[in-house]
């Protein structure tokens, strides 16, 4: 095992809080939207995940990288361990960086692969402190910063970051009797994987495709970045899609995407919801389900069209966690049922999917 010197380095919120840290990562100055996830495990699953994208990314979860990261094994053209192709965040706090790792599918080091991607890093954070703060004050913007590299805080949210990182073309993947159409708004691995142990095949088209001349069972709309207004394309696809009447299903950013082609409106969260342990109930039942989720933005319950009902609820704070058409065929979630790492109390919504497109 090398350990390698650690420099120091600044995290810098915008209104002015410092935090002195180690670098553990790729040495360079970097600036974004300062945000926490509470998940116990699964960080190389959260580095790769899209919906990271432009976000400086705290783990409260105190010792970090002692599990390594798994290899970035390629079958059916995704990758088998991860939920993109490379790391998305900006930049990664924590409080305790294990320089040992000890894992049977262990590749490298986090400190590496942080490296190889150049993402920086710091451990040594009081990530406790950082997280009441962003909780009280809300998700704030910030800065990473080395000695001699300043760079200026800027918000990505003004960004189309949906744009940044959808798919360029259309890829064919895995065989089936049925085809997915799948809007590419930053998808996660496992969704194509689940629809792949569904014997699904999956179309997935890049965000601002025109749908009206493909040809499918079934639209789904994946996760993604940033605020859902800057995807005006992919907005005004689907209100064409839903008039085809073929079964249309969303996740996160897509269900929010969805919800404004209805007419309804989204909102930013405080401090949005990013963990593994958010508990929703069925609209109408007493069924709860622990779910995970990673979102900075909420669809406004209260101007879903007639024709729309909310379907799940956030039993934390009462937001909304999907909805469903009263024709049946349209619906959304705001939480991840195919969630890697997480629980999978709510897989059942893809088969409810699956068997929606073969009738």
Request: charged share 25%.
């Amino acid at each position: 095992m090398t350990i390698r010197k650690q420099n120091q380095a600044k995290l810098i919120l915008e209104d002015g809080t410092l935090f002195v840290g180690n670098s553990f990562g790729y040495e360079k100055s970097v600036a974004g939207e300062v945000v926490f996830n509470t998940g116990m495990v699964g960080y190389p699953e959260s580095l790769t995940d899209p919906s990271y994208t432009g976000q400086i990314l705290t783990l409260t979860y105190p010792l970090i990288g002692n599990y390594g990261v798994p290899s970035n094994n390629i079958i059916n053209n995704i990758s088998q361990n991860f939920e993109s192709e490379k790391i998305r965040i900006s930049g990664l706090i924590v409080a305790d960086y294990s320089h040992e790792h000890s894992h049977w599918n262990a590749e490298q080091s986090l400190s590496d692969w942080l490296i190889e991607h150049r993402v920086p890093a710091l451990s040594g954070i009081d990530t406790r402190t950082l997280t009441q703060k962003l909780r009280e004050e809300g998700t704030m913007l910030g800065k990473i910063v080395f000695d001699n590299d300043d760079v200026e805080i800027a918000d990505p949210n003004q960004r189309n970051l949906v744009a940044e990182v959808s798919t360029r073309e259309p890829q064919l993947l895995g065989k089936g009797k049925h085809r997915v159409v799948l809007v590419d708004c930053g998808c996660k691995h496992n969704i194509i994987r689940s629809f792949f142990k569904r014997k699904i095949e999956v179309l997935r088209v890049p965000w601002n495709t025109n749908l009206d001349s493909l040809e499918y069972d079934g639209l789904f709309i994946s996760n993604g970045p940033g605020d859902p207004k800057m995807c005006e394309e992919t907005i005004k696809q689907l209100r064409k899609a839903i008039k085809r009447d073929k079964p249309i299903f969303g996740i996160c950013l897509g269900h929010q995407l969805l919800a404004l082609a209805t007419g309804a409106n989204t909102y930013k969260l405080k401090y949005g919801h990013r963990s593994q342990n958010q508990p929703v109930r069925e609209v109408g039942t007493n069924k709860c389900f622990v779910t995970s989720q990673n979102h900075g933005f909420a669809v406004d319950e209260k101007t879903l069209p007639k024709d729309w009902k909310p379907l799940f609820t956030n039993l934390n704070d009462g937001t909304n966690e999907g909805m469903l058409h009263r024709s049946g065929k349209f619906f959304s979630v705001q939480f991840h049922p195919e969630a890697t790492p997480g629980p999978v109390d709510t897989e059942f919504l893809f088969d409810k999917f699956v068997t929606m497109l073969k009738r």
